[in-house]
């Protein structure tokens, strides 16, 4: 009899409200015989499988992969390395393994780095990435503001070392969403001002939890302490007013 081959899904279970994760997501998740997940070394808990929980059976073992919250990227490569090394072993026993993770997995994704290693090291073995809602779609959606329209441009990046990237561009773009904007929120705030876009900016917390909150003045921001699940969404100034007939 041929054994079965192993099989890699990564899934995005999208930004947090459970209804809010695909057919094909919550199909894999109620097949996969193993599921993998993200988590600091600081603590065992992911969001993720908050998420995932109502489609995983009760019987499939799901497994917490640790990973450091550290700038040293020799201790991240390792990290990685070893948690690929561990996902590896799943699939030469021919289990359907999935890993999932918050919002989609190819947009600044754990998910990512995973599937680098697991390519390069096992690349015998099949891999499915399942596309996500992302946090800032689904912010949008609760603002009810497009995130681009027509011949508009949308820059998204990370927050995390400011607003440096939104100021490299000689050329703003139109739409600009800052994920990871909690701990130098200040400097964003400064280079969305120093792009004429403080106006028409906006800050989401928790996006689809029970704790989401929309800030209007992006300014307060700087007067809270840094929630790591925030966002902001900024957008240049039109002149255009539709029509109202």
Known sequence: MKSRKGILYGLGVGPGDPELITLKAARVLNVADIVFAAASTKNSYSLAVSIAKPHIPDLTEVKI????????????????????LTIIKELEKGKKVAFITLGDSMTYSTYGYILKYVKTMAPQ???????????YQAAAACLNKPLAEGEESLLI??????????????????????????????????????????????????????????????????????????LILAKKKRSYVPSKS
Request: hydrophobic letters at 35%.
């Open 125 to 135: 073995f099949p891999v499915i990435s399942v596309p996500g809602i992302t946090s």
């Open 157 to 230: 990046t990370s927050g995390a070392k400011g607003g440096y990237r939104l100021r490299q561009l000689s050329v703003k773009p139109d739409n600009v969403v800052f994920l990871k904007a909690y701990r130098n929120v200040k400097d964003i705030i400064l280079a969305i001002d120093e792009a004429d876009m403080l106006e028409n900016s906006t800050g989401v917390t928790f996006c689809g939890l029970p704790r989401e909150e929309i800030i209007n003045d992006i300014r307060k921001l700087d007067n809270r302490p840094p929630e790591y699940w925030t």
């Open 65 to 84: 992969l640790r990973f450091p919250m550290t700038r040293d990227e020799k201790e991240k490569k390792q990290a990685w390395e070893n948690h690929a």
